[in-house]
């Protein structure tokens, strides 16, 4: 576990409503259609997509709010999705390496050290995609960032 601030970042994002059995259907599909929009809308890719998680829990019925970002610079605007400014987050940080469906692990651990090293959890958790294979998912790396108080 590393403890870091990240810094603000100007993104292209789509927001949806969801649960942990039905976040499947934003694999892929969304990404592409986020950096499609911005070539379109003359804004430029400047880091990997972002999956933001707000009031997530391990409850995989349980709803909470997905925002999935695009780091983007330029002056554009989009009439399909939004664009805002994450703010700078406070988190402890891990890197998961290998296929998304053993996420939970990942996140158990995470989530343990936290806790066990007196913070708080601020309730958002976020997941940059470092690299994504969808043939070889043991390449995939993910950092997975918990939001601490």
């Known amino acids: 576990m590393e403890l870091k601030t990240e810094q603000p970042v100007k993104v292209l994002y789509a927001n949806f409503t969801t649960t ?13 259609e986020l950096y499609a ?11 990997p997509q972002i999956w933001i998680y707000s009031g997530m829990t391990m409850d995989k019925d349980a709803g909470f709010d997905l925002d999935i970002a695009l780091p983007v610079s330029g002056d554009g605007t989009s009439a399909k999705y939004g664009i805002k400014e994450l703010p700078a987050f406070k988190c402890a940080t891990t890197m998961h390496v290998g296929p998304w469906e ?11 050290e936290v ?11 976020r997941e940059v995609y470092k690299h994504v294979d969808f043939v070889a998912t043991e390449e995939n790396i993910t950092e997975v960032q918990a939001g601490i108080l």
């Open 20 to 32: 942990l059995n039905k976040i499947h259907a934003y694999v892929g599909s969304v990404p592409e």
């Open 37 to 47: 929009e911005a070539a379109k809308s003359g804004l430029t890719p400047s880091g």
């Open 102 to 112: 053993n996420l939970e692990a990942t996140y158990q651990q995470l989530i343990g």
């Open 115 to 125: 806790m066990k090293d007196g913070f708080k959890l601020s309730g958002i958790f």
